[in-house]
Structures are given as structure tokens and as C-alpha cells.
């Protein structure tokens, strides 16, 4: 088997936002489709360790703002470089940056050209991933920018290794670019245990490599 | 609620095949994402109208061929324009541009960039379409040429509106680029029934404009 055959799949790149208590939280996602059009059903498929996961089990509603060529590394940071356990992503945020949708919930409006709000009706447990099924609830178009592609992403977006200085060595995800820089963390990405993923992807740490 | 909205997911094309009995059957599709990475597995969502559903639901298993940038539009007109109910979609194809894989189905080697082979093992009911998500049982990447997306295939592949000539009225899928020629059919477009789908992407007979 060739394992970079998957690296061929075309994939569109997603905020996924749900609700958090009194506030909200949201992580980066590339695995969103419409599955029927009548109902207006999608379906997203969401890591178990991304919190966001856990939350839209408890309220089975969420949002998906479509990430536009347009957006800037800033939005994958605030989304998809930390856990939603330890920070509010939304707390300073840029009222500008987003919206409330009829569900309650917020809608990214910089970086996006559009959204959608959905209610969870099917949840299939796929292991290390969840699927939600979920019927739309209200969409719209929010900029004629192009949806940014995964590997827009990755030529466009994500961040050059060759303008990253370090004293330590620098390990990059071979997957979505993201950067594990020794020297700015309490543990040598080596010592990490086997079973921690790549924040960002979710990909696993065999997916790194040692920036030359 | 904008029903453009879902125009700004971004699709890869994929040709699925399967068996059918001493032959084979295959359609195209779009919905094809990898759902877990360990183990591997894909979920792919398919119309319930489409033959190779149906052969799929009976031998469990099937074969993805990522459609490339160099795809040329007779591999939509086989596999997206006819159903395998009437006819063999591989008796008349060169042996050059397709392949079996380990799992006796094949798949296609000419305007495609990769290819997977799945087992299914999960069935999900979904109204119109059925999910099926499935092991990798092998893949492989088959070129270096980039993955064709469903706007690539908007701007590139599909024939364009103006090259067609007709003695009658001609309606265009506003989906897929599906001509539609009154012309050339036994039944005026607009006295198909109402549940009349195109016969490509199987939308609904609305999502087809007269061409000006």
C-alpha cells in the first residue's frame, strides 16, 4: 500500500463552531460534504480529541464557515493550533471576525464565503473519529473568494519552513504544515509519547519531520 | 436559506466501480473523503438511483479511481452519462485504460491519478443515498498529475454551452454541464416527469436552464 495515495483526496477546509457553556468554541476541519439534497443533510467527520467534538455531542448543533483563499494563518492558530480546553478561542476575537447565526452559535465572516448552521440527527462512532449527520438548518454565501483547498493551504496559507530560526531543532507535519519547535516547548518532540498527534491534523507524530 | 451556499464545497471526482456479475459496473461520484487513518478507512455516499449502489450493497466491496486534471470528458460520458442497467461500461474499453486490483474489480488508469480498494463494513441509510464506509485494502498512486475538482471540471472538462447546435430546444445542468437535447431524446425535456434526475449528478430536473 502507498500511503500518500490518501494525499490525493481533494478537501475543502472548514471552521467548525459549537456551543461552550455561556460561550463557544471552534477547530479547523477538511472533512465536510453534502451527502443528500433532499433533505439538505452534510456530514462531518471530527477527531475525538478535538473538544469541539465532545461539545457538539452535548448540544447536537453546530456551524461550518468555508474557509476562502483569502484567509490569513491567524484564523488556523486561533482554531486549529490549541485546545478550546484550556483557551476561549472567541474571547478576543474581533466582534468584525464573526456572527451569530439563528442557532445561537457564531459563523466566521473574514477568511470565508460562506456558512452553514445544522442539526446533529445521526451519530456514527468511527473509532478514533466521529461522524455527525446533520440536516441544514440555514446557509448562505458570503464572498465570491474561492474555497480554499487543502492544498491551496499548503501552498499558499501555511507558513515557509525555510523562515523558521530556531536554537533547537524544528520538526514540520509533513500533513498540514504544523511547526513543533523544540526550543519554544517544555517537552523535546522526541520524549513525546507515541499516541500524540499532530494539533493541528490530528496525524499522527510519524507524520513529522526534522526541518534540514 | 441560500441554496448556493452548498457550491462552495469543494469536491474531488472519483469514478467507483464494483462487480457485476461475470462483469463489472462503475459511476461517478464525488463524495469520497478518508474518514479514519487508523485503520484506514473511507466513507463514500452514493445515489440510491445509480446501479453500482445496488452492486455494491451485494458484494460489499469496490474500487476509487481519483479522476486527474487530464481526465478527457469520454470518461464522464461512460461512467456518468448511461446506467449499467443497460449496458456494459467496460466491454468496449481498451484494456489499456483500466486494471484489476487484488480484490478482481477495476480500476481505470487513464485520466486518473491514484486509486483505492475498500471493503465495506458499514451501511448507512440516508434517504436518497446510501453511505457505505469502508477499510483500505490497497492503493496506490498511479501519477504526479493533481487531483481534478468539481470546479476544475466546470472550467476545463465539461463541453461548453456555446459548441452545441440543435434542431430543438437544449437544457443544460446548471450542476454538471449535462446537455440535455430535445432533439436528440424521445421525450421533450419538459414533459419528463418531475422526479426526473440528471442522469450525472442526479440532481433534480430544476437544476437544468434552457440554453439562451
Redesign the interface.
Known amino acids: ?2 500511503e ?3 494525499h ?5 477546509l472548514f471552521v467548525l463552531s459549537t456551543e461552550k457553556g455561556d460561550s463557544y468554541n471552534g477547530c479547523i476541519i477538511n ?11 452534510i ?1 462531518i ?1 471530527v477527531n475525538k480529541q478535538n473538544y469541539t467534538e465532545e461539545l457538539i455531542k452535548n448540544c447536537n448543533k453546530f456551524n461550518l464557515s ?1 474557509i476562502s483563499e483569502d484567509a490569513t494563518f491567524d484564523l488556523f492558530e486561533r482554531f486549529g493550533f490549541k485546545s478550546g480546553r484550556d483557551t476561549d478561542k472567541f474571547a478576543d476575537m474581533s466582534n468584525n471576525d464573526y456572527k451569530l447565526s439563528g442557532n445561537g452559535i457564531p459563523y466566521i465572516t473574514k477568511g470565508t ?4 448552521s445544522a442539526w446533529v440527527n ?1 451519530t ?1 462512532d ?4 466521529t ?1 455527525f ?1 446533520a440536516t ?1 438548518t ?4 458570503l464572498s465570491e473568494t ?2 480554499a ?1 487543502y ?1 491551496y493551504y499548503h501552498a499558499n496559507i501555511k507558513p515557509k519552513p525555510q523562515a523558521l530560526k530556531s536554537e533547537g531543532k524544528v520538526w514540520v507535519c509533513k500533513i498540514c504544515g504544523y511547526v513543533y519547535d523544540d526550543a519554544k516547548e517544555s517537552i523535546p518532540f522526541e520524549e513525546l509519547p507515541d499516541d500524540w498527534v499532530c494539533p493541528l491534523c490530528k ?2 507524530k510519524s507524520d513529522f519531520e526534522l526541518q534540514k
Open positions: 500500500m502507498n500518500k495515495t490518501v490525493k483526496f481533494t478537501y475543502g472533512t465536510a460534504i453534502q451527502v443528500t439534497t433532499s433533505p439538505n443533510q456530514s467527520t468555508f464565503n460562506a456558512y452553514i445521526q456514527i468511527l473509532g478514533t473519529h461522524m449527520i441544514v440555514d446557509m448562505d454565501v474561492p474555497s483547498s492544498s496525524h499522527p
